[in-house]
């Protein structure tokens, strides 16, 4: 058996000493500084730690700090120190003798809060009669008992264990946690996350933990803290609760981005407590490597001084035009960038939630991750309502959480991180992007090619002699803004719900099924009515049907782009001789009708879909006879919804398109036809 | 962490700023309030009370309201009579330390106090009002001697006279018996504490 003994007086005790380690005195340590440095020394000591059983031996009364008083109670200390700290394992459990010349009520009396004396496994004793302690220690060293009851010593009146009378079990400690739990997540989150990453990715040549975590943990109360959230130092069996493949598979999708040889995706991250490590915490979680200490020009950090010191919306703009001037590919963003004092402001009415109204405002397409120590669910809510498309919950020390959770919660940010940097998230970035340079273009001199566009009128009937009426001009731009933009939304909504999984648990992308087509659709309808506004379809049906008021719909004309009564054969691909649209358009008359053999649609199809309308729209399409291989969705033998090769990968395909298409979303986005380039 | 000290006696407030300054604060001390210059945002402020203080110029209850709020204030004398009547100020972080402090030295036992109230300032905003009072007052001069008395004994030393005398502890000498070091302290223990 081995005892630690904690005693500054050195009472003769006339024990065993092979077995006994005494502790005087912690020198110029504090007494959290000095017991931190024990419990680590105990933790690697395989002689303590194996130990079948264990004796703590402790003088309440001992003074192991230098300015200590007896009536401190150091011992109490370090037994609730021993009790609290996780990291001992077993230790936990041993029998602790506490002895003192005052009487347990006394103490008690004075200082309720040191109740640990009445709990189980504490067995208190009086001085100087418990010098016969010895003989209890000495049986129980021999051997003679397996466990370290000193039953002898409770049965007589005088020494009775304490255990049977009516205290409660639980004992508090002293610590008294922050008022908010705002201040110890900022550093606990990213120590845990870091401990995480390491864990799954093995990234073994890397610090210990960030500076701003190592500089926490050396203040007093985050160790308390610590200690009372201690995790046993062998993390593996965490890991074997959760599908460790998927992990690794989400860890190595995200590092993808960041790879040697290949452009990164640039990301700006904005948090107050930028210094307490998150940095270096977020760094490693996207690269697996140490954050280099003069930073790298693709991820850019700021603390968002600007809300430090201004609080009105002209200057949450500014912040927000100062963080898109980097062009970044994902924000993320914390939730009170003014520390403490936000600590009760509503929320949306914090710093985070006017820098995201503002981001909304200026950028709807780019991707925003809300990183937050809040656990709250109006947070969560508001959150959504504010526009961010993803929320990640720093892990808190207060969390009443399974022991999983921790892992459970660098996997998600993981998968987030992934979606986020993905090609859906870029895609919906990039059109979004791209609408407002069509606009912005077409209210400056170099519109688009859709508003020069002269569209040929509907050929009259071959027996008329009327003469041709004149070509249709300018569709209506805000109409196809505004389309352009729902388009963005309601993709957007789709993300979220599908791909992000904040929909119901129904509602899973990897699910191909009907679920995914039904939402998918849509989609694919209003890319539809975006070609029928370019073609100015409103025009052909007033042309053919004079009679037809607004807002009335023909039946007769209601269908393929220029079908209309007896023509429709001949002049369904000719009459606007815009092949490319017509192709895209195919895919729309597909979507909308009821068809059992049309297999389901997947994501990949949409993307596919909208980057060659986005392709289209950028570039004026050649005036010629619809080329062989865009005849998508018409044969039966192939893949009906199309695949980015099938809209760009023909013969005859027009260079200029393809060139457009690549710029736009390059192959990062999409599988790019390279061998056309 | 800034530390200011407004004590006429230079002696007590020399030996105090000294001890302070190896404690790795800022100290700022002054003989009265007008010497000690503008308000700062002093952390905690030792604060001399009594009437020699009065004396020299200073309205103790003004520097206290001044104070009271954003600092800590610790107050002390060396006459006990002045300890209970400023013990009776009702101000927020405002205690007076319960035992006299010698005229011209810096005391062990304010010493300990005023180093456990300076470990408790960095967490000052999230300690509740009464933890101060509870450092301040919390200590027991007397069952503190008492305490030393039988560790001494049961080490096999004598307690210092020196000490026992600053305290007024009365130790039945007759009680103690080195050579039986056990049986004194057991004698001992049940004077000072009962059975």
Same mark, same amino acid.
């Given at each position: 058996?081995?005892?630690?003994?904690?005693?500054?007086?050195?009472f003769s005790?006339?024990? &065993?000493?092979?077995?006994?380690?005494?502790?005087?005195?912690a020198g110029?340590?504090?007494l959290?500084?000095w017991?931190?440095?024990?419990?680590?020394?105990?933790t690697?000591?395989?002689?303590?730690?194996?130990?079948?059983?264990?004796?703590?031996?402790?003088?309440?009364h001992?003074?192991?700090?230098?300015?200590?008083?007896?009536?401190?109670?150091?011992?109490?200390?370090?037994?609730k120190?021993?009790?609290?700290?996780?990291?001992?394992?077993?230790?936990?459990?041993?029998?602790?003798l506490?002895?003192?010349?005052?009487?347990?009520?006394?103490?008690?009396?004075?200082?309720?809060?040191?109740?640990?004396?009445?709990?189980?496994?504490?067995? /208190?004793?009086?001085?100087?009669?418990?010098?016969?302690?010895?003989?209890?220690?000495?049986?129980?060293?021999?051997?003679?008992?397996?466990?370290?009851a000193?039953?002898?010593?409770?049965e007589?009146?005088?020494?009775?264990?304490?255990?049977d009378?009516?205290?409660?079990?639980?004992?508090?400690?002293?610590?008294?946690?922050?008022?908010s739990?705002?201040?110890?997540?900022?550093?606990?989150?990213?120590?845990?996350?870091?401990?995480?990453?390491?864990?799954?990715?093995?990234?073994k040549?890397i610090?210990?933990? &960030?500076?701003?975590?190592?500089?926490?943990?050396?203040?007093?109360?985050?160790?308390?803290?610590?200690?009372?959230?201690?995790?046993?130092?062998?993390?593996?069996?965490?890991?074997?609760?959760?599908?460790?493949?998927?992990?690794?598979?989400?860890?190595k999708?995200?590092?993808? /981005?960041?790879?040697?040889?290949?452009?990164?995706?640039k990301?700006?991250?904005?948090?107050?407590?930028?210094d307490?490590?998150?940095?270096?915490?977020?760094?490693?979680?996207?690269?697996?490597?140490?954050? &280099?200490?003069?930073?790298?020009?693709?991820?850019?950090?700021?603390?968002?001084?600007?809300?430090?010191?201004?609080?009105?919306?002209?200057?949450?703009?500014?912040?927000?035009?100062?963080?898109?001037?980097?062009?970044?590919?994902?924000?993320?963003?914390?939730?009170r960038?003014?520390?403490?004092? #936000?600590?009760t402001? +509503?929320?949306?009415?914090?710093?985070?939630?006017?820098?995201?109204?503002?981001?909304r405002?200026?950028?709807?397409?780019?991707?925003?991750?809300?990183?937050?120590?809040?656990?709250?669910?109006?947070?969560?809510?508001?959150?959504f309502?504010?526009?961010?498309?993803?929320?990640?919950?720093?892990?808190?020390?207060?969390?009443?959480?399974?022991?999983?959770?921790?892992? #459970?919660?660098t996997?998600e940010l993981m998968?987030?991180?992934?979606?986020?940097?993905?090609?859906?998230?870029?895609l919906?970035?990039?059109?979004?992007?791209?609408?407002?340079?069509?606009?912005?273009?077409?209210?400056?001199?170099?519109?688009?090619?859709?508003?020069?566009?002269?569209?040929?009128a &509907?050929?009259?009937?071959?027996?008329?002699?009327?003469?041709?009426?004149? +070509?249709?001009?300018?569709?209506?731009g805000p109409?196809?803004?505004?389309?352009?933009?729902?388009?963005?939304?309601?993709?957007?909504?789709?993300?979220?719900? /599908?791909?992000?999984?904040?929909?119901?648990?129904?509602?899973?992308?990897?699910?191909?099924?009907?679920?995914?087509?039904?939402?998918?659709?849509?989609?694919?309808?209003?890319?539809?009515?975006?070609?029928?506004?370019?073609?100015?379809?409103?025009?052909?049906?007033?042309?053919?049907d +004079?009679?037809?008021?607004?807002?009335?719909?023909?039946?007769?004309?209601?269908?393929t782009?220029?079908?209309?009564?007896?023509?429709r054969?001949?002049?369904?691909?000719?009459?606007?001789?815009?092949?490319?649209?017509?192709?895209?358009?195919?895919?729309?008359?597909?979507?909308?009708?009821?068809?059992?053999?049309?297999?389901v649609?997947?994501?990949k199809?949409?993307?596919?879909?909208?980057?060659?309308?986005?392709?289209?729209l950028?570039?004026?399409?050649a005036?010629?006879?619809?080329?062989?291989?865009?005849?998508?969705?018409?044969?039966?033998?192939?893949?009906?919804?199309?695949?980015?090769?099938?809209?760009?990968e023909?013969?005859?395909?027009?260079?200029?398109?393809?060139?457009?298409y690549?710029?736009?979303?390059g192959?990062?986005?999409?599988?790019?036809?390279?061998?056309?380039? | 962490?800034?530390?200011?000290?407004?004590?006429?006696?230079?002696?007590r407030?020399?030996?105090?700023?000294g001890?302070?300054?190896?404690?790795?604060?800022?100290?700022?001390?002054?003989?009265?309030?007008?010497?000690?210059?503008?308000?700062?945002?002093?952390?905690?402020?030792?604060?001399?009370?009594?009437?020699?203080?009065?004396?020299?110029g200073?309205d103790?209850?003004?520097?206290?309201?001044?104070?009271?709020?954003?600092?800590?204030?610790v107050?002390?004398s060396?006459?006990?009579?002045?300890?209970?009547?400023?013990?009776?100020?009702?101000?927020?972080?405002?205690?007076?330390?319960?035992?006299?402090?010698?005229?011209?030295?810096?005391?062990?036992?304010f010493?300990?106090?005023?180093?456990?109230?300076?470990?408790?300032?960095?967490?000052?905003?999230?300690?509740?009002?009464?933890?101060?009072?509870?450092?301040?007052?919390?200590?027991?001069?007397?069952?503190?001697?008492k305490?030393?008395?039988?560790?001494s004994?049961?080490?096999?030393q004598?307690?210092?006279?020196?000490?026992?005398?600053?305290?007024?502890?009365v130790?039945p000498?007759?009680?103690?018996?080195?050579?039986?070091?056990?049986?004194?302290?057991?004698?001992?223990?049940?004077?000072?504490?009962?059975?």
């Amino acid at each position: 058996m081995t005892i630690l003994h904690f005693d500054d007086a050195a009472f003769s005790w006339n024990i &065993p000493t092979k077995d006994v380690v005494n502790y005087a005195g912690a020198g110029d340590d504090s007494l959290d500084d000095w017991f931190f440095g024990l419990a680590k020394d105990w933790t690697c000591n395989k002689n303590i730690t194996c130990a079948s059983a264990g004796l703590y031996l402790i003088h309440a009364h001992g003074c192991f700090t230098k300015l200590a008083n007896r009536q401190d109670l150091e011992g109490v200390e370090i037994l609730k120190h021993i009790r609290l700290t996780n990291w001992l394992g077993q230790m936990r459990q041993w029998h602790a003798l506490i002895y003192s010349f005052e009487p347990l009520e006394d103490i008690l009396r004075k200082k309720p809060g040191d109740l640990i004396l009445a709990s189980h496994d504490v067995t /208190f004793i009086r001085l100087p009669d418990a010098l016969d302690l010895e003989v209890a220690v000495q049986a129980v060293h021999e051997g003679k008992k397996d466990r370290l009851a000193l039953r002898d010593l409770a049965e007589c009146p005088d020494y009775r264990s304490v255990e049977d009378r009516k205290f409660h079990r639980f004992v508090a400690c002293d610590y008294t946690p922050p008022a908010s739990e705002h201040a110890i997540s900022n550093w606990w989150g990213a120590h845990q996350l870091v401990l995480r990453v390491r864990q799954i990715g093995g990234d073994k040549n890397i610090r210990s933990f &960030p500076a701003g975590v190592e500089s926490e943990l050396r203040k007093l109360d985050n160790k308390k803290a610590f200690f009372l959230a201690g995790r046993p130092r062998s993390n593996e069996g965490w890991i074997d609760a959760i599908d460790k493949q998927t992990i690794r598979r989400e860890m190595k999708r995200v590092r993808k /981005f960041f790879q040697e040889g290949t452009s990164p995706a640039k990301i700006v991250y904005v948090d107050d407590e930028m210094d307490k490590g998150w940095d270096e915490a977020l760094y490693l979680t996207l690269t697996g490597e140490s954050l &280099p200490t003069d930073g790298v020009s693709w991820f850019h950090t700021t603390m968002g001084q600007l809300a430090q010191t201004e609080n009105s919306s002209e200057d949450w703009l500014a912040l927000a035009d100062m963080i898109l001037q980097e062009c970044p590919d994902l924000i993320l963003t914390d939730l009170r960038l003014l520390g403490s004092r #936000e600590a009760t402001t +509503p929320v949306k009415d914090t710093s985070g939630a006017r820098l995201i109204e503002s981001l909304r405002m200026r950028a709807p397409g780019v991707p925003i991750l809300l990183l937050t120590a809040s656990n709250k669910a109006w947070t969560f809510q508001e959150a959504f309502r504010l526009g961010v498309d993803a929320y990640w919950m720093k892990e808190g020390i207060g969390d009443h959480a399974a022991p999983t959770r921790s892992i #459970e919660n660098t996997a998600e940010l993981m998968r987030l991180l992934g979606h986020l940097l993905g090609p859906d998230y870029q895609l919906l970035r990039k059109i979004h992007q791209r609408t407002n340079e069509f606009e912005r273009e077409w209210n400056d001199g170099n519109p688009p090619w859709w508003k020069r566009m002269q569209w040929p009128a &509907p050929i009259p009937d071959l027996g008329s002699s009327s003469p041709p009426p004149p +070509p249709i001009s300018e569709p209506n731009g805000p109409a196809v803004f505004s389309l352009l933009r729902n388009v963005v939304r309601t993709y957007r909504e789709y993300l979220r719900l /599908f791909t992000l999984r904040y929909g119901s648990q129904d509602l899973r992308e990897n699910q191909l099924d009907e679920t995914t087509d039904f939402w998918l659709r849509p989609l694919v309808v209003h890319v539809g009515r975006i070609i029928e506004c370019i073609h100015c379809f409103d025009e052909i049906r007033l042309q053919v049907d +004079p009679g037809l008021k607004a807002g009335q719909r023909s039946l007769a004309s209601a269908g393929t782009i220029g079908g209309y009564p007896n023509f429709r054969d001949r002049c369904a691909h000719k009459m606007r001789r815009d092949w490319f649209g017509q192709a895209i358009y195919d895919i729309r008359n597909i979507a909308a009708h009821y068809d059992p053999e049309v297999p389901v649609m997947a994501p990949k199809n949409i993307r596919s879909l909208l980057a060659a309308l986005f392709a289209w729209l950028s570039v004026t399409p050649a005036c010629k006879e619809n080329p062989s291989h865009l005849r998508v969705g018409s044969s039966r033998s192939r893949t009906l919804w199309p695949k980015a090769k099938d809209f760009f990968e023909g013969p005859d395909m027009q260079d200029d398109l393809v060139q457009a298409y690549s710029e736009l979303f390059g192959s990062s986005v999409l599988d790019l036809p390279t061998r056309r380039l | 962490m800034l530390v200011g000290i407004i004590d006429w006696r230079e002696m007590r407030r020399d030996k105090m700023h000294g001890w302070l300054s190896d404690q790795s604060v800022t100290v700022k001390s002054a003989s009265t309030r007008r010497t000690f210059g503008p308000k700062q945002a002093i952390d905690l402020l030792l604060l001399h009370v009594g009437e020699s203080q009065n004396d020299e110029g200073d309205d103790l209850q003004a520097i206290v309201n001044e104070f009271s709020g954003e600092s800590w204030i610790v107050a002390y004398s060396g006459t006990v009579r002045a300890i209970k009547e400023f013990d009776k100020i009702n101000a927020e972080g405002f205690v007076v330390f319960p035992h006299p402090v010698s005229a011209d030295s810096f005391d062990e036992d304010f010493k300990r106090v005023v180093a456990k109230v300076l470990r408790d300032l960095p967490s000052r905003r999230l300690l509740p009002a009464t933890s101060l009072k509870e450092t301040v007052t919390g200590f027991d001069a007397t069952l503190e001697r008492k305490l030393e008395v039988l560790v001494s004994v049961l080490k096999r030393q004598l307690p210092s006279v020196e000490k026992l005398q600053s305290t007024n502890v009365v130790v039945p000498t007759e009680m103690i018996d080195l050579t039986n070091p056990r049986g004194s302290s057991e004698k001992l223990r049940k004077y000072f504490f009962g059975s």
